[in-house]
């Protein structure tokens, strides 16, 4: 068995440990689950393609989450910039409040990329403020101003929570 073999062994249980939460967060991410496996896929490539470096990293979870985090923002950027080419203003799309979960994540999707990514990392990944603004290379007040715009945002948009829910 060579040592190639041992590296690829470790990045496929650890790809296994890990693809989930990467899943749920990708999931937050784009509020797609096409997109969200496609978006972990993509991240899980590239973390083998550098699984030496991975592997010696302190918390190579925390590693992925950020290649994870990267590249949902550098693709948005690129979709951003194809829209921006061929720019059509149709119609707005009509809300969906059949319940919380889908409301809010219509109301993330709203948000732009950079703002959802922070508010899916500080308040789902439950990450500090330091740790967000590292991983997404801003300043932490950068974070707490966007932070607190975007929810500002959800709770105009999302209003009374329990108007949302079907249950008593």
Do not use: I
């Amino acid at each position: 068995m060579t040592a190639e073999d041992d590296d690829d062994d470790g990045f496929a249980a650890f790809a296994q440990a890990v693809q989930r939460r990467l899943y749920r967060t990708a999931y937050l991410l784009c509020g797609d689950a096409d997109a969200a496996r496609d978006l972990t896929q993509t991240a899980l490539a590239k973390v083998f393609q550098h699984w030496r470096r991975v592997r010696a990293a302190d918390h190579p979870e925390a590693y992925a989450r950020t290649v994870l985090t990267r590249t949902f923002l550098a693709e948005r950027r690129r979709r951003l910039r194809d829209l921006l080419a061929h720019a059509y203003a149709g119609p707005e799309p009509v809300p969906d409040q059949a319940d919380l979960r889908v409301t809010l994540l219509a109301a993330l999707a709203e948000l732009p990329p950079r703002a959802r990514a922070m508010v899916v990392l500080r308040y789902w990944e439950d990450l500090s403020v330091e740790r967000v603004a590292e991983l997404l290379r801003c300043s932490e007040s950068t974070v707490k101003s966007q932070c607190s715009r975007s929810l500002a945002r959800l709770r105009e948009r999302l209003g009374d929570a329990h108007v949302y829910t079907t249950g008593a």
